[in-house]
């Protein structure tokens, strides 16, 4: 195990101690980490428009995304907390914003409880693992969305779709594939809410694959075809043709869940011992994460995760945000920040840690703490199949509570 300075200057640091750990040139995204950022962006939300623009892309004083998403990833900002935070907003702009950080808890509700199963089709049949590259840079429309994407490591909703379908749909290249490039460059990137929207937008979780064409490029972004070299000889001038794919045999782990307890964490702080320090993990890196809270006088350990890191290769901007946001607590909490293994660190500590729904959770050992995760709402047993049967199952089991 490796301390690292957090308080160095964040792309030399990238530079001397992420060798071999990153992708891409080095470089940072105008997205700053930590909660000091995500605090200020949340106090400057304003959603009065955005069930109308939510889908605008270029330019971009046209969107309405609230580009909140990095934050709410790494629980920087909770799902309850922006939740609330819009109660007085105008009511289809609210109905629309909620309905997207429902989309969010349902993506981390279904990877809870299916796991590495997201990985492959899960209700249909679609281009899986086919290789290649499925992006013609040539084309200006993809290649301003990727410039975005590398510069900024962000997108809106639309042109994510756009993007998947244009790799998968169109080109017939592998969906498991895209999802990985992706993965490594989005600040918000996770496995849950990335496998779901490849799986929605390519057809595989609903039966119906999204369709990208020079229609929406005109639609939400206007202006870009007129300055693109193929704009007399469009490759995406009509929409691809789909056949109506083939349905895989049920799942019966999307209908019913024999455990949703296992699959929720605890629901309770479960201690087996007095903690001594505090460990964060990746998917819970904000001042409110439970175990950090409950235990304001202890200090608090990250690990920078060697293995994975040098697996996934994630971007030096994805990295770039990490360090930002530990520096940034650094300012109010007693940090240390480590390169090895999180959990040998935590089997030879004695640790709290907040639970996590992914199932490399399951590699923690010999806690001496576990604190729940910040859920909107707790997993249910009911499907989740598709988003309005989740809904529907998640409203069901808040009627039951209530009788
Ligand atoms: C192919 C593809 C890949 C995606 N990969 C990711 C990913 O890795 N991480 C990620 O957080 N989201 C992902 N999304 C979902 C969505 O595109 C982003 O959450 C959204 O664009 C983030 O921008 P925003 O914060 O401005 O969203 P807003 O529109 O302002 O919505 C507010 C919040 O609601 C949640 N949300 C909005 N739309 C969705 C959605 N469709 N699915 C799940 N949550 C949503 C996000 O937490 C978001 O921050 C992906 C979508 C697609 C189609």
New binding site residues.
């Given amino acids: 195990m490796r301390k690292i300075d957090i308080s160095r200057d964040p792309l030399s640091l990238i530079q001397d101690e992420f060798q071999g750990l990153y992708s891409g040139d080095l470089g940072l995204s105008s997205i700053r980490g930590g909660q000091s950022a995500a605090d200020e962006a949340l106090a400057q939300l304003d959603i009065r428009g955005y069930a109308k623009d939510?889908s605008e892309v270029y330019p971009e004083s046209r969107r309405g995304?609230?580009?909140?998403?990095p934050y709410?990833?790494h629980n920087l900002l909770t799902l309850r907390q922006v939740h609330d935070v819009v109660a007085k907003a105008p009511g289809p702009d609210r109905v629309k914003?909620r309905d997207?950080?429902y989309?969010?808890e349902y993506?981390r509700h279904l990877y809870a409880r299916v796991g590495a199963r997201l990985f492959r089709n899960l209700r249909y049949e679609a281009t899986w693992d086919a290789p290649g590259y499925g992006w013609d840079r040539e084309m200006a429309c993809l290649e301003t969305v990727l410039g975005e994407l590398e510069r900024d490591g962000w997108?809106?909703?639309q042109t994510?779709?756009w993007l998947?379908s244009h790799w998968s749909v169109r080109n017939g290249v592998g969906w498991l594939h895209g999802q990985e490039q992706?993965?490594r460059q989005?600040l918000?990137?996770?496995r849950a809410?990335?496998l779901?929207?490849?799986q929605w937008?390519v057809g595989a979780g609903t039966g119906k694959p999204y369709g990208f064409a020079r229609w929406q490029v005109e639609k939400r972004a206007p202006g870009i075809c007129g300055a693109c070299s193929l704009k007399g000889d469009c490759p995406i001038q009509e929409f691809p043709e789909s056949e109506s794919p083939l349905q895989l045999e049920r799942d019966p782990l999307l209908d019913r869940d024999p455990d949703p307890q296992a699959t929720g964490g605890p629901a309770a702080v479960d201690t087996s011992r007095e903690p001594k320090q505090v460990l964060l993990t990746i998917d819970s890196l904000g001042d409110a994460d439970p175990a950090m809270s409950a235990n304001p006088e202890l200090p608090v350990v990250f690990v920078f995760n060697v293995l994975a890191l040098a697996k996934l290769q994630l971007s030096a901007r994805r990295l770039g945000f990490y360090v930002e946001t530990l520096a940034d607590l650094a300012t109010r909490r007693d940090l240390t920040v480590l390169m090895g293994d999180p959990y040998e660190y935590a089997s030879q500590n004695d640790v709290s840690v907040t639970y996590a729904p992914v199932p490399s959770f399951a590699k923690y050992s010999n806690l001496a703490e576990t604190h729940p995760y910040q859920w909107l709402r707790r997993p249910h047993d009911g499907s989740v199949r598709s988003f309005s049967s989740w809904r529907a199952a998640l409203e069901k089991s808040v009627n039951k509570q209530h009788k």
């Fill in positions: 939510r995304a609230s580009k909140l998403s709410i990833r914003f997207e950080l989309w969010q993506a997108l809106v909703n994510r779709m998947a992706m993965h989005l918000d990137g996770s809410a990335n779901l929207g490849w937008t």
